[in-house]
C-alpha cells in the first residue's frame, strides 16, 4: 500500500538546529528505496526527541530533520506488573514499539512443533526461545495449513481489522499479511492484550461466516481460526527497529511469493512508500 509521504498526519516541518553523525540516524526514518529526500521535513511518530542528518549527495549537502521515537524504544524489561505468561512471555505496556506476530491455528502442524523442540532441547532457555521463534518463522513462510489469508477479501477483511484502531488505541506503523501469519508493528497506546484479542475476534468470525463463499479453506471440524497466542517484542533501539521494519517488508519475497499475492498487496509501512 503506498502512502504519499506528504499525506501522512506524523509529518511536521522543523529547521534544522544541529548537526550528528549521518551514521547515528538511519534514513529509514525518512523515506522508502527511490523516495526523494524533503529538507526540512520530520517524520513524527511522537513528540520526542528529534535528529539532524546532515547527507552528502553529488557533493551537495543537505540537511535533514527527522523525529525519532527514542522513548518508545528500550532495553529495559520493566516492572514485573508489566509482564504476563500464557505459553509465552507477553509484554504489555504504554508507549512501546512492538513487533506483534500472531498466527493461524493449522499454520504449524504439531509433528513440527514436535520436531522443532527436539531439535533444541539440548540449549539453554534463552537461546531455546530464540532459535525456536526463528524456526517457526521459517516453517510459517512455507505456507502451510488452509492459508485462508492468501484469499485477497479475507486480507482485505484482517487490513480493515488493523486500521479500525490506529491513531487510538495504537499507531500502525508496519504490517504484512502473509497467507497463514500476520506481522504488526505498532506504538502502543493500551493494553495489547485486548488488541490483538479485538483483531483477532472480528476477523476469525468473518472467517467462519465466510468461508464457504470465499473458499478460505478452512476445514470443517475446526474449532479456532486463530491461534490463541501471539508473539511480540518490544523494540530496543534504532537498528532493532530498521531490522524488523525490513524483515516486515520484506517478508512477501523472502517467502517467494508470487507478486500478483494479496501478501504483497497487504504489506506496508506508514515510514515507507512501497
Avoid at 160 to 180: Q, T
Avoid at 230 to 254: A, C, M, Q
Wanted: glycine share 4%.
Amino acid at each position: 500500500m503506498k502512502l504519499p509521504l506528504h499525506t501522512l498526519p506524523f509529518l511536521h516541518t522543523a529547521k534544522a538546529s544541529e548537526k550528528c553523525d549521518v551514521n547515528a540516524v538511519h534514513y529509514v526514518f525518512l523515506h522508502g528505496a527511490g523516495a526523494p529526500c524533503h529538507p526540512g521535513r520530520a517524520q513524527l511518530l511522537s513528540p520526542k526527541i528529534f535528529y539532524t542528518m546532515t547527507q552528502s549527495n553529488k557533493s551537495k549537502e543537505e540537511s535533514l530533520n527527522i523525529f525519532i521515537p527514542s522513548c518508545s524504544f528500550t532495553t529495559d524489561f520493566g516492572l514485573a506488573e508489566e509482564w504476563y505468561h500464557g505459553n509465552l512471555p507477553h509484554r504489555n505496556r504504554n508507549n512501546l514499539i512492538q513487533f506483534v506476530t500472531f498466527r493461524l491455528d493449522d499454520s504449524l502442524p504439531l509433528e513440527v512443533q514436535n520436531e522443532i523442540k527436539e531439535e533444541l532441547e539440548k540449549l539453554t532457555e534463552t537461546k531455546r526461545e530464540v532459535e525456536k521463534r526463528k524456526r517457526y518463522e521459517e516453517w510459517l513462510d512455507k505456507g502451510l495449513g488452509c492459508c485462508a489469508l492468501a484469499n485477497s477479501e479475507m486480507a482485505q477483511v484482517v487490513f480493515e481489522a488493523l486500521k479500525y484502531y490506529d491513531k487510538d488505541k495504537y499507531n500502525l506503523l508496519a504490517w504484512s499479511i502473509m497467507p497463514n501469519h500476520v506481522h504488526v508493528l505498532i506504538e502502543t497506546k493500551s493494553d495489547l492484550r485486548k488488541v490483538v484479542h479485538a483483531w483477532k475476534s472480528y476477523t476469525g468470525k468473518w472467517a467462519f461466516v465466510n468461508n464457504e463463499k470465499h473458499r478460505l479453506g478452512i476445514a470443517d471440524n475446526a474449532k479456532k481460526f486463530w491461534m490463541p497466542e501471539h508473539w511480540d517484542r518490544f523494540i530496543r533501539n534504532y537498528v532493532h527497529f530498521e531490522n524488523t521494519l525490513k524483515y516486515i517488508l520484506d517478508n512477501p519475497k523472502n517467502a517467494n511469493l508470487e507478486r500478483s499475492s494479496a501478501a504483497y498487496k497487504f504489506t506496508g509501512s506508514v515510514v515507507f512508500d512501497k
